[in-house]
Nanobody, 123 residues
Framework: QVQLKVSGGGSVQAGGSLKLSCEAGEYTYRRACMGWIRQVPGKEREGVAA????????EIADSVKGRFTIARDNAKNTIYLEMNNLQPDDTAMYYC????????????????RGPGTQVTVSA
């Protein structure tokens, strides 16, 4: 049984920072691709960041590149989304995602249904 536990999120003013955490079960963390998706009500889901914990490569969406970082802690089976210089357009529900296959941003990750946390950025 896949288990993902998300923490972090909240409300900040524009220019602020937040850090999201997603802890996975051992099997998922070692074998699945992991990443973050966000969605604004009424809009399509957007892949934000992706990685495979066994490799150093990461992928960050152009819309957040330079501001968001995806990181990992192998000792804790946890990935993170570090978000800096947040803007109102970043307001969304952020979901931790896990999937098998290509570990990169794209439609293959958007079917993942992991837990989410709300991020709200005020102007």
């Amino acid at each position: 049984q896949v288990q993902l536990k998300v923490s972090g999120g909240g409300s900040v003013q524009a220019g602020g920072s937040l850090k999201l955490s997603c802890e996975a079960g051992e099997y998922t963390y070692r074998r699945a691709c992991m990443g973050w998706i966000r969605q604004v009500p009424g809009k399509e889901r957007e892949g934000v960041a992706a990685l495979f914990t066994g490799k150093p490569n990461v992928e960050i969406a152009d819309s957040v590149k330079g501001r968001f970082t995806i990181a990992r802690d192998n000792a804790k089976n946890t990935i993170y989304l570090e978000m800096n210089n947040l803007q109102p357009d970043d307001t969304a529900m952020y979901y931790c995602a896990d999937w098998f296959g290509q570990c990169s941003l794209g439609p293959h990750m958007l079917d993942s249904r992991g837990p989410g946390t709300q991020v709200t950025v005020s102007a």
